[in-house]
């Protein structure tokens, strides 16, 4: 549990209400659930027990677990009495502004002794609730995603009056419960996925009236082409469309660049809501999916669908509304896009930018003036190979980043991300813009949680298995020596778990930092076998061979503060500072003299695998050669000078 806080109010038993109070309980939380009617209550309370009930079905839950879970849970109509002792309040009522209201008023004033108050508002202000709160300072939005107990995601959004106190309880919670956390640092309408989402919806349907596109056509594009799970209409079909339209008139009454969709207010009016009633823009079958042929969307231009997205995400991060990492999660978490928005970056130019938001622009109005950030993202220079499904790579000289992006599947190492990482390493380590490469995972979640399992079940299905697996241990070597001898400095970032592969691919960096609330590990004896990607090699020369034993002959989860007392992490950071913390530490790298930089590492690790007399004369020959280097001069003459040095790696 966070931080002390043991009892959770939970008030609205819908959807969300239940979904919340159930995931509270099976973190180990007492729970009281509010709700104006024991009828609502006893259908939640049935709910919950259901999908505890599918949990155990798939092995996410012992059995026995599901009772223990239940009986964390109680229900009451009263607001007052279950306020009256919480330590926690989530509001998850009906998305109207004045019923949010009138339940603060009345829930604020119960919750005296209450330390966080959070609303699961999925796009009204924050600011405007926070009127109604006493002590204010306490409440923030803390956005979960339907369904609560699948959807990872928690949008933490912060008020004017919102305290850090409260924005780190409110971190602390989520994380929690298991949760990935993205924190809005502005209080904007329809924080970060619903107002891209938003966007998205607004282009599409624009597209649709004036008789550019169907839907049909431009679903295909961007699940066929466009590698989206949905399609933009069968998504507003799924969630409801009147939820879509209501989001867009929350957010369209609050900012004048977006508008309420005329087209979904259409069909709201003809009560065809998608799924829910069977015919939205879509027939939907009981139990079935609309089918959206392949070739339908052949010859739509998907950048008329996505560049919109992009430009508003890239505007929550030119105006400090959240990061770029935290943007990007929302939009893998949040709407399930493998390449997230940036991702395409890559793949446009600033004139195909520029001729697709003129064109919107004058069409729509200014929501549609393009970012000058997502405009810096297409410039920048990238080989045309650079095409990459299981990692990400961005510039952001002097840093390179590499992303692990397998949110879903912990960032698991899979051959393909072998392959991929191999190639952008070759380039960040190439290029002279980049000084220093930060290797990190994508979702919150982890690092990396080892090898892909599915990889050893395929191994294992074979009559020569131990060739195969001989072959892939020796093929992730090759990358991890790669790491190690790349020319610039690498840093692992570690956010969540770095367990078997995932730690191996973490100890042939030069630098480990990692969360606070982090795990380390190798695993692989619960398995009946070694590691094999070197940690028997390298966490022997790094913290000794008994220690190395004691880590992999157990197999233990080591938590990141223990981490560091044994030598396998170098710093350990709270995670709200985590990606500040790296990329000061990166920028402070990147002021060295590259070649000096480069000729130390290889000096280091020599001494490592050489005699000493050998790695001395290694040494001296590196240091002979940095005098022929135009850094020394620099550093020599800044030194008189009494100024700071400005080194170009020549």
């Not at 998907?302 to 939009?331: C, F, K």
Request: aromatic share 6%; glycine share 8%; net charge neutral.
């Amino acid at each position: 549990m966070s931080s002390g806080l043991e009892r959770v109010v939970v008030i609205g038993a819908g959807t969300m209400g239940h979904g919340i109070a159930q995931v509270a309980a099976m973190s180990g939380y007492s729970v009281t659930v509010v709700d104006v009617s024991e009828e609502i209550l006893g259908r939640a309370l049935e709910k919950i027990r259901w999908s505890l009930g599918k949990f155990a079905e798939r092995g996410r839950i012992r059995p026995e677990e599901v009772e223990k879970v239940m009986g964390r849970i109680r229900t009451t109509t009263s607001l007052e009495s279950a306020c009256a002792d919480a330590d926690v309040v989530i509001e998850a009522v009906f998305e109207d502004l004045q019923v949010k209201l009138d339940t603060w008023r009345r829930a604020s004033r119960a919750a005296r002794r209450a330390r966080l108050l959070g609303t699961n508002t999925s796009s009204i202000p924050i600011d405007e609730l926070q009127a109604a709160v006493e002590r204010p300072e306490r409440f923030l939005g803390i956005h979960f995603f339907n369904p609560p107990q699948l959807m990872q995601l928690v949008e933490v959004i912060i008020g004017s009056r919102t305290s850090e106190e409260t924005k780190r309880l409110a971190t602390e919670f989520a994380r929690s419960l298991g949760k990935t956390v993205v924190t809005v640092n502005r209080d904007v309408p329809g924080f970060i996925v619903n107002r891209v989402l938003t966007r998205f919806f607004e282009v599409a349907c624009h597209l649709v009236e004036k008789g550019r596109y169907t839907p049909v056509q431009i679903d295909s594009a961007l699940k066929y082409r466009a590698g989206f799970p949905m399609g933009a209409f069968e998504l507003a079909d799924y969630v409801g469309i009147d939820v879509a339209y209501n989001v867009s008139k929350v957010i369209a009454e609050r900012d004048r660049t977006f508008r309420p969709i005329e087209l979904l207010r259409r069909y709201v009016e003809r009560g065809e809501l998608g799924a829910k009633t069977g015919r939205g823009f879509y027939e939907w079958p009981a139990g079935a999916r609309p089918s959206i042929p392949q070739d339908a969307g052949r010859d739509v231009d998907i950048w008329y669908m996505i560049v919109p997205g992009m430009n508003e995400a890239a505007r929550l991060v030119e105006q400090g509304v959240a990061s770029h990492e935290d943007v990007e999660t929302a939009m893998k978490l949040g709407l399930n896009l493998p390449r997230g928005v940036f991702g395409y970056a890559s793949e446009l130019t600033p004139e195909k930018v520029n001729s697709v938001l003129s064109e919107l622009r004058a069409e729509l109005g200014e929501g549609y003036a393009p970012s000058s950030y997502l405009l810096s993202l297409v410039s920048q220079p990238r080989p045309a190979a650079a095409s990459f499904e299981e990692i990400e790579v961005r510039r952001e000289p002097p840093i390179g980043w590499i992303v692990l992006n397998r949110p879903h599947r912990l960032n698991a190492i899979s051959p393909k991300m072998i392959e991929e990482l191999e190639v952008a390493l070759k380039d960040l380590s190439e290029d002279r813009s980049v000084r220093v490469i930060v290797l990190t995972g994508a979702g919150g979640r982890a690092f990396s949680a080892g090898a892909d399992i599915t990889a050893f079940s395929e191994i294992l299905a074979t009559e020569s298995k131990v060739p195969m697996a001989h072959r892939f241990s020796l093929r992730f070597n090759e990358l991890l020596r790669k790491i190690e001898r790349s020319p610039k400095p690498v840093i692992a970032a570690i956010d969540g778990f770095a367990l078997g592969g995932g730690l191996e691919l973490a100890l042939a960096c030069d630098f480990r930092i990692a969360t606070e609330r982090s795990e380390v590990g190798q695993p692989e004896i619960r398995l009946g076998l070694i590691p094999g990607g070197g940690a028997t090699q390298r966490l022997t020369r790094l913290i000794g061979p008994s220690k190395a034993k004691l880590v992999i002959f157990l197999g233990d989860r080591i938590k990141a503060e223990e981490a560091l007392r044994l030598g396998i992490i170098d710093k350990v950071v709270p995670p709200e500072g985590f990606e500040r913390e790296v990329r000061e530490f990166a920028m402070r790298l990147a002021e060295m003299p590259p070649i000096a930089l480069a000729a130390a590492k290889d000096a280091i690790n020599a001494a490592l695998e050489v005699p000493i007399d050998e790695g001395l004369r290694h040494e001296s020959s590196l240091f002979a050669h940095l005098f022929a280097t135009k850094d020394l001069m620099e550093g020599i003459s800044a030194f008189f000078s009494k100024r700071k040095p400005e080194f170009k790696g020549e």
